[in-house]
């Protein structure tokens, strides 16, 4: 049985998935939202197999809930909207398919065929989402856990991040949060050119490095303006530099090595 997620802010939108649905005999409805914020916290708690998001919704669209989801439990995604120049978009993130509106029986019927045999061929949810990590854009807002719930905080409000195995520290200003994720994958998400590696386990946020001190055989260390001290490698410290090169950042207190 196909568990399924619909999450659209029209209301007619919903129930004409729901009758559609309803009449597969290997799918169920398992969960619907109004929202995006709702979506992805209902596809979090109901792990579907598949969810039909609809492009345009309050709080998140359709294409950033696709793109914050976590790899390794990502349904498949069929995006459903009434303005085809998102098709390209959608199509970036790998959709399995794209329904636009308004679209008829015979129409999510084949689109209900392209979601059978993707799940027969075994695909995961992380080859159907794919992230959409070669998107041209980059989120503004990260989805992130807040005990039993989610919420959006603005990416500009993090100052740096930690990797832990397959987990990541997101520290802010005001507090941290734990996401499930490795630290390239929201990396790719966040957009690398304001967030860079500077260790295996650290990046920063350019906007935040205050100044830079040299320290033994190359590496360096990193102050924030908040005061942290985070440790610069040797081995990211070009690229940190070329970074700070393209976004015209002068090097604070640029170390010299002999």
């Known amino acids: 049985m196909m568990r399924t997620v619909i999450a659209d802010d029209e209301a007619p939108a919903r129930q004409k998935l729901e009758r559609w649905i309803a009449k597969q005999s290997d799918m169920a409805v398992v969960g619907s939202a ?11 708690q109901c792990r579907p197999d598949v969810a039909f998001l609809d492009v345009q919704m309050p709080t998140l669209s359709g294409l950033q809930v696709a793109a914050q989801l976590e790899p390794s439990n990502a349904p498949l995604i069929v995006f459903v909207t009434a303005f085809d120049e998102h098709a390209v ?21 084949r689109t209900v065929e392209r979601v059978r045999k993707r799940l027969h061929a075994h695909e ?14 980059v989120c503004e807002r990260l989805l992130v856990p807040d005990r039993e ?20 520290h997101v ?9 499930r994720r ?20 650290t990046a920063v946020n350019l906007s935040c490095i205050g100044s830079l001190a040299p320290l033994f055989k190359g590496d360096c260390e990193i102050h924030l303006h ?22 015209g950042i002068p090097h604070p207190n640029p170390p010299r090595y002999t």
């Open 34 to 44: 109004e929202d995006g914020l709702s979506a992805a916290q209902c596809i979090e």
């Open 124 to 137: 995961s949810g992380a080859t159907a989402v794919a992230m959409g990590r070669a998107r041209a854009s």
């Open 149 to 168: 719930r989610l919420q959006l905080i603005d990416v500009a409000s993090i100052e740096w991040l930690e990797a832990d195995d397959n987990y990541v």
């Open 226 to 247: 908040n005061g942290r001290i985070l440790r610069l490698s040797r081995r990211y410290r070009e690229a940190l530099f070329a970074c700070m090169r393209t976004r």
């Open 89 to 109: 978009k959608a199509f970036d993130l790998n959709a399995v398919d794209y329904l636009l509106k308004p679209y008829d029986l015979d129409r999510f019927t």
């Open 171 to 179: 520290h802010t200003s005001s507090r941290s949060y734990l996401l």
């Open 182 to 201: 490795t630290l390239q994958d929201l990396l790719s998400q966040l957009g690398e050119q304001r967030f860079v590696r500077i260790h295996k386990s």
